[in-house]
Structures are given as structure tokens and as C-alpha cells.
């Protein structure tokens, strides 16, 4: 029985999460997981590259140790304030009285991503959305469809050219080769979102340190995304400010005492914190901890609002919202963003998977294990074609028929 190898490195701005998958017959094994606290990431953009490259390859040894393989190539989460996502249409005429083919299907989606892209953009995914055959429309699958001509629309999604660049250098230097860049929500909604949910339509909102990353699905496939810079430094930040405090003491007390809604918490509840300054340890009421998250929170969850109905897509979001990543887990998180979106809102983190070490059954991990999912998808035959012709590079690479995991379900 074959088997290959699938690597994915989730390169966070609190953590870089590398793991390694063994794919047999069709099914994925976790074989080893290296975690690393992050360094020289601000918001997904890539702040000082030797001490993020110096994060990325101690990440990376450990999880080589604990598999015992080498690792040289990897599947890489993006986000960063600078993806964008827009809609392109493409065409192509079929010949001779013969069903669609799959170089018909690839030829239209090579033809709606000729639209111009600023210089300045790299295109990181090409999904394509509907198909139709002369003028029908809703077409799931042409493949084996009679017509005279193929429409295509897709959703493109590009991300700044200089991001990638100094992403790309950073990941050399820490010996890694990018087999692909794939979106941060794109991969965490691999790895949370069950199939009817995708199908419904849904809004996976993945908050993580550095920034929030969302994107809709809707029957099936990926419809848009956008990245929020607010996370939960950016609320550990606030409660700086407010409780004067360095950093570090602020976060232990997100951690142990954090609550996402004020009125949820008891009026009553205090703890003792050391502050900056001359007066020492200080009590602090915990709901008024509450209220300092909340007001960024709800602020957050209100971007994210309107973000969805900028998308248009809001009236299609049958199966609501899914929360995931780190910040995530912060009590009361899901109450509120259920208030604020007037949406049903799930709490989600990765299913367990053959060989998977508790530790990843956290919505911190959503990425990272989606990012294995993605290379489970891949046909690995297809993907050597692809970079036989130069396309599969994840700069610029397109993932059409390739990233099956994103394509509308084939019937
Ligand atoms: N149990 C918890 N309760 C509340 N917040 C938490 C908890 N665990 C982690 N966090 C917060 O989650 C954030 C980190 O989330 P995550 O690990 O998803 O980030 P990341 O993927 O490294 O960052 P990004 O995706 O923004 O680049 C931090 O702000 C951290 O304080
Ligand atoms: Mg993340």
C-alpha cells in the first residue's frame, strides 16, 4: 500500500503549529506535532523575519522528532489585513459533440483569473463558484454535460505580493519549502464545518491572536473571506491600558478570569493583581474585566457583521456562524456573538483524527489541522501534472481543479 506524506505549518502570530500526516489509502494519520510560541508575526504580517524563521524551524524539528521524518515542504496558512476576495467570471467554447471535459472546466477557470491583478497582488486561491452551460445556470458539475459554451464564475482571492515575498524568505531560511499558501479560514473550515453546514451556508470566524479571519460558504464551496486585524492581543492590549498592568499579567488574567459579557458575570467576584507603579497589588472586579472585553469584542463581532453584508451573501447563511481559534474559547464568546450577528453560533473545534494528540482538540488547532485536510484532498498524482507545467507553486499557483476539497461536491 502507497503512502505519502502531508506537512502542514500554521505560522500564527501567538504560535506556529507544525504537523506531520501520513496518507493511507485515502484516510490521514497524525505521525508528529511540533508547537512553538511565535515571534516577529504582528497581525498575519511577517514583522522581523529571523526571529519568525527561528519560531518556524524549531516548530518544525519537533515535529520531525517526534515523527522521525524529515521535513522539507509544507502546507502554509495565510492571513493578514491585506487579502482581499472578489468575484470573476470566465468562458470558454466547447467543440465536437462530446461531453465536458476536465481540461474544459480548467481552461474556463484559466480564463476567468486572466482578469487583471494589480501588480502588487498575488493570486493565493481560484474557487470556483457556479458553472453554466449555454446560459443554464446552477449547473454542479458540467463534467459530462453537453453545450456549446462553458461560463464559469469564481471567487479569487489575492493577497499582497510583498507579504508573500517576505513570508516566502522566511520560510527558507528556516529550510521550508511552501508547497502552497492556503488561506487561514479556508483551512480551519477544513477542519471544523461538517459538510451540511457547507452546503446550508456559513460563516466560519476564526479569532486568533494577531487577527480574525472569516469566510462563507455556501453550497459547498468557499464564496468570500475577509481578515478583521482584531484578536486577542488587541483585548489583552485594552486591559493593559485600563488595569495598568505589563502585557504578560494582563493575559494570565484574560486566561483565568476573562469573560466575553459583562452581565454574565457576578457583581460580587474580585481577584488581587501586582500592577505597574507604586501601588502594588490591586483588586480588581471581574466583571469589570468583563466590560472592557466586551466593548472590543462587540465591536469585532460587529465588523464581522458587517463584512457579511457587504459580502451580500447574508440572507444565505441557513446554518449561521461556527467560532473557532484561540480566542475563541473565551467564556461567553458564542452568547454574544449569537447577540450581535442575530445568528445561531456554534463553538467549534477539530474532530479528533487517527493518531491526533489531545492537545489539538482545541480551537487553537482548527488551522493547523485543516491544513492537513487540504493535503488529503489533493490528488497527489494531479498535483505532480501541476507543478510539471509550473502551476502549482502557491504563489500565484491556482488551486481549480486541483484543491478538490473546495470545488462543489462532485455527484
Ligand atoms: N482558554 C483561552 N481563553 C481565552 N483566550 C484564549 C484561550 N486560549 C488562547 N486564547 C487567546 O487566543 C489567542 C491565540 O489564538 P490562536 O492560537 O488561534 O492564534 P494564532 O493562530 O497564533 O494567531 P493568528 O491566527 O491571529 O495569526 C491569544 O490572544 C490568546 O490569549
Ligand atoms: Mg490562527
Sequence with gaps: MSSHLVVGIDVGTTKVCTIVGE?????????????????????????????????????????????????????????????????????????????????????????????AIPHNKEVLHVIPRAYSLDG??????????????????????????????????????????????????????????????????????????????????????????????????LITNDMTHWMKVPFEVAEAVKLQHGHAREKAVGQTESFMVETFGEEGMVRFQRSDIAMVIEARVTELFERVQREIKMSGYDGLLRAGAVITGGCAQLP???????????????????????????????PSYSTSVGLLRVGLNMDPMEEIAANGNGKGRGLGGWLGGIFKGLLPDEE
Design 332 to 362: 461567553g464568546m458564542r452568547e454574544l456573538a449569537q447577540d450581535v450577528l442575530g445568528m445561531p453560533v456554534r463553538l467549534a473545534r477539530p474532530e479528533a483524527m487517527t493518531g491526533m494528540a489531545d492537545i489539538l482538540r482545541n
Design 23 to 115: 496518507v493511507r489509502a485515502d484516510d490521514i494519520f497524525i505521525v508528529g506535532v511540533g508547537i512553538e510560541p511565535s515571534r516577529g508575526m504582528k497581525k498575519g504580517i511577517v514583522t522581523d523575519i529571523t526571529s519568525l524563521s527561528a519560531a518556524i524551524a524549531a516548530s518544525v524539528h519537533k515535529a520531525e522528532k517526534t515523527s522521525g521524518f524529515d521535513i522539507k515542504r509544507a502546507f502554509i496558512s495565510i492571513a493578514g489585513k491585506d487579502v482581499a476576495g472578489f468575484t470573476s467570471r470566465g468562458s470558454v467554447g466547447l467543440t465536437g459533440n462530446r461531453g465536458v471535459r476536465d481540461e474544459d472546466v480548467e481552461r474556463a477557470i484559466e480564463n476567468a483569473r486572466t482578469i
Design 136 to 233: 443554464q445556470e446552477h449547473v454542479r458539475s458540467p463534467i459530462g454535460m453537453h453545450g456549446f459554451r462553458l461560463d464559469v464564475e469564481v471567487a479569487i482571492i489575492t493577497a499582497s505580493a510583498s507579504s508573500i515575498a517576505n513570508l516566502d524568505q522566511t520560510l527558507r531560511a528556516a529550510l521550508i519549502e511552501p508547497d502552497r499558501y492556503i488561506l487561514n479560514p479556508l483551512a480551519s473550515g477544513e477542519a471544523v464545518l461538517t459538510p451540511e453546514e457547507r452546503e446550508m451556508g456559513v460563516v466560519i470566524i476564526d479569532i486568533g491572536g494577531g487577527t480574525t479571519d472569516l469566510a462563507i460558504f455556501i453550497e459547498g464551496s468557499v464564496w468570500h473571506s475577509a481578515v478583521i486585524p482584531i484578536g486577542g492581543d
